[in-house]
T-cell receptor, first 112, second 115 residues
Framework: GDSVTQTEGLVTLTEGLPVMLNCTYQSTYSPFLFWYVQHLNEAPKLLLK?????KRPEHQGFHATLHKSSSSFHLQKSSAQLSDSALYYCALRASNTNKVVFGTGTRLQVLP | DAGVTQTPRHEVAEKGQTIILKCEPVSGHNDLFWYRQTKIQGLELLSYFRSKSLMEDGGAFKDRFKAEMLNSSFSTLKIQPTEPKDSAVYLC?????????????FGPGTRLTVL
């Protein structure tokens, strides 16, 4: 079945340093990949999603590249901000369904 | 446009009680999802409806969890009987559906505490 793996439960770093949150996946069908972000006491919301034409999605300074060869969709940002502190979920939707499978989430904590 | 609404926002139940959580999706959305959110498991799918038809009922959650979609603008999740391990945040999400990377729009969630 489809699955998403986020190996880091908590990532702590200092403001201004680069961010990379790992995401790998398994899927029988060519999936669409997503990153959702959930700030404290808020609902999860879409941060960015993959494209089929290998364009690199970007939003709020974050970007992610879908690498089919390594089944990865890591989230990156060049310089962390305090406001980036949140819970980040990687998710996939297989091409034959509207169901979305979420990873267990990575909490990003940015310190001053 | 109104987003996804969920009621109640907080629920406290005694072990063995029956509780019903409610969700109103974004108007016009065809897909509706119920998730359980915990720190350890993250977001776990409980039920998935497409145009009011149940597409998936979450496997391991089938025995005490039942979701229904009475019409295109209202869904309920019943937990019967509740157990302390059910304490979690329950999120409802809706999506336009279709094959165009449709994003999911989440409600604020219901925080359930079972004593």
């Amino acid at each position: 079945g489809d699955s998403v793996t986020q190996t880091e439960g908590l990532v702590t770093l200092t403001e201004g340093l680069p961010v990379m949150l790992n995401c790998t996946y398994q899927s029988t069908y060519s999936p669409f990949l997503f990153w959702y972000v959930q700030h404290l006491n808020e609902a999860p919301k879409l941060l960015l999603k993959s494209f089929t034409d290998n364009k690199r999605p970007e939003h709020q300074g974050f970007h992610a590249t879908l690498h089919k060869s390594s089944s990865s969709f890591h989230l990156q940002k060049s310089s962390a901000q305090l406001s980036d502190s949140a819970l980040y979920y990687c998710a996939l939707r297989a091409s034959n369904t509207n169901k979305v499978v979420f990873g267990t989430g990575t909490r990003l904590q940015v310190l001053p | 446009d109104a987003g996804v609404t969920q009621t109640p926002r907080h629920e406290v139940a005694e072990k063995g009680q029956t509780i019903i959580l409610k969700c109103e999706p974004v108007s016009g959305h065809n897909d509706l999802f119920w998730y359980r959110q915990t720190k350890i498991q993250g977001l776990e799918l409980l039920s998935y409806f497409r145009s009011k038809s149940l597409m998936e009922d979450g496997g391991a959650f089938k025995d005490r969890f039942k979701a229904e979609m009475l019409n295109s603008s209202f869904s309920t999740l019943k937990i019967q009987p509740t157990e302390p391990k059910d304490s979690a945040v329950y999120l409802c999400a809706s999506s336009p559906g279709g094959w165009n990377y449709a994003e999911q729009f989440f409600g604020p969630g219901t925080r359930l505490t079972v004593l």
